[in-house]
């Protein structure tokens, strides 16, 4: 036993000194310390063996092992220092700029607009749990408005968010009112996929939390943020709406930019593509967030940036965001 394993040392050493490469090294580390080694085949041999011989070999088969993989690792590190790497920075390479994807332009563009209104930049968690996502929202769990959004359910009893509409509570609880904020983030849905429907997409969530808020404030704030992003007045129009949490509620439709409202596949047809849907601040929301809403009152909305992507750049499908074609995406660069 003793001449076997002083012969694998030898051996790991004789056979080290012809490597010229770091493959060759490692290609050699593994034949003697790897999985399917000599060595390990020597350690598993332990345990058959008496309680004398486990004694007697058992210190220097471990010995050994931690021999060759030391000579292995220090033959390694040497070959490092002593390679001649030679680079030639004066050749002329093609390198591609890369770009920025859709959304995030867009969401960039957004922020920046509310971040001139006075708004608040702040996130959220992707995993959620029910009372944020949900019932802080004022939808309990027998409500009706859950089975409108088929939500990813986990194993640790939390959720994918289906909307960033849960960050409202957790920003009035971290800071109160008066309030303005701005989430933009990814969101997570079990959609049948189409033209205008996908499983993950981004949403940005806006509120303001003040006193004598009106529905007036919302419309102005959403008609100055579309026209920065669109660069130009984009046709609009109110209509009511049901959220559980907001009272009243309103959804906000832009005129469809790509077929300039005369009906495609992206808007059904109908010339109009729903964009913001919002209204003003649930009094039980603001309870939750631990707001007096005899006090303050406010408006919130959740605008869909992948489709305002869609919107600013005509794209007629929105599931060409998530197929990651840098082919496609190179048509975005900005400078």
């Known amino acids: 036993m003793e001449e076997e394993l002083k012969t694998l040392v030898t051996d790991l050493q004789k056979e080290l000194s012809s490597c010229t ?7 050699v580390k593994s034949k003697y310390v790897g999985k399917k080694s000599r060595i390990m085949e020597i350690m598993a041999s332990l345990k058959d063996m008496n309680v ?3 004694r007697k070999y058992g210190s ?12 292995a690792n220090e033959y390694l590190e040497n070959l490092g220092n002593t390679l001649d790497v030679n680079f030639d920075d004066t050749l002329d390479y093609d390198v591609k700029m890369g770009s920025l994807h859709p959304v995030t332009i867009v969401a960039k563009e957004v922020t920046d607009c509310l971040k ?7 996130a959220g968690p992707e995993m959620d749990s029910e009372f944020y996502n949900f019932e802080a929202l004022n939808i309990p769990k027998d409500h009706p408005a859950r089975d409108m959004q088929d939500t990813y359910y986990l194993d640790n009893e939390m959720l994918l968010r289906t909307h960033t509409s849960g960050v409202q509570v ?7 009112a008066p309030l303005r904020i701005c989430v933009p983030g990814r969101v997570f849905r079990n959609e049948d996929l189409d033209a205008s429907h996908e499983n993950t997409f981004f949403q940005l969530e806006g509120m303001v939390i003040d006193k004598n808020i009106s529905i007036e404030n919302l419309v102005g704030v959403m008609q100055e943020l579309l026209r920065e992003v669109f660069h130009t007045d984009v046709k609009v129009r109110l209509r009511p709406g049901f ?5 009243p509620s309103y959804e906000l439709d832009c005129s469809c930019l790509i077929c300039g409202g005369k009906g495609c596949p992206t808007c059904k047809n109908s010339g109009w593509i729903e964009l913001v849907p919002g209204g003003m601040v649930h009094p039980n929301v603001l309870r939750a967030g631990g707001i007096d809403p005899e006090v303050y009152n406010g408006f919130a909305f959740g605008l869909g940036l992948t489709r305002l992507a869609m919107m600013k750049y005509k794209i007629k499908d929105i599931r060409v965001f998530n197929a990651g074609d840098i082919r496609y995406l190179e048509n975005f660069k900005i400078d």
Not at 116 to 122: A, D, H, P, Q, S
């Open 170 to 176: 957790k920003a009035m609880e971290k800071y109160g």
């Open 21 to 27: 490469k770091e493959a060759d090294v490692l290609n």
């Open 60 to 71: 220097l088969i471990n010995n050994t092992k931690k021999d060759l993989e030391r000579i």
């Open 116 to 122: 001139k209104m006075g708004f608040t930049i702040v």
């Open 52 to 54: 004398d011989d486990k």
């Open 243 to 247: 959220f559980p949490f907001t009272e």
